[in-house]
C-alpha cells in the first residue's frame, strides 16, 4: 500500500544519532507545519479585496494574488 509520506534517515550534527526526518512524497519538503500552502480559488475578485497590498499577477497562463507585506493572502487561479 502507498503512504503519502517517506521517511529519510539522518544523522544528528552534535552526537552524530540517527534520526528520522519526514518528508512528503510529492513534493520532498519537509513536513514541518509552519509553512501554509498556497489557496487555489475558482475567483480571484474577493480575495483581492482584503487586504490593500494584494496585487494581481499572471505568470505562466495562471493568474496569482501574491503580498509581500503579509504572504498568507497569497492565491492562485487555475
Do not use: W
Not at 513536513?31 to 505568470?59: A, D, T, W, Y
Amino acid at each position: 500500500m502507498l503512504t503519502n509520506r517517506t521517511e529519510k534517515v539522518t544523522s544528528c550534527p552534535t552526537n552524530g544519532a540517527p534520526r528520522l526526518a519526514r518528508f512528503d512524497y510529492l513534493g520532498a519538503t519537509p513536513s514541518s507545519g509552519v509553512e501554509k500552502k498556497m489557496k487555489i480559488k475558482n475567483s480571484l475578485k474577493s480575495l483581492k479585496n482584503r487586504h490593500r497590498e494584494n496585487r494581481l499577477v499572471r505568470r505562466k497562463g495562471r493568474v496569482y494574488i501574491i503580498n509581500k507585506s503579509n504572504p498568507r493572502f497569497k492565491a492562485r487561479q487555475g
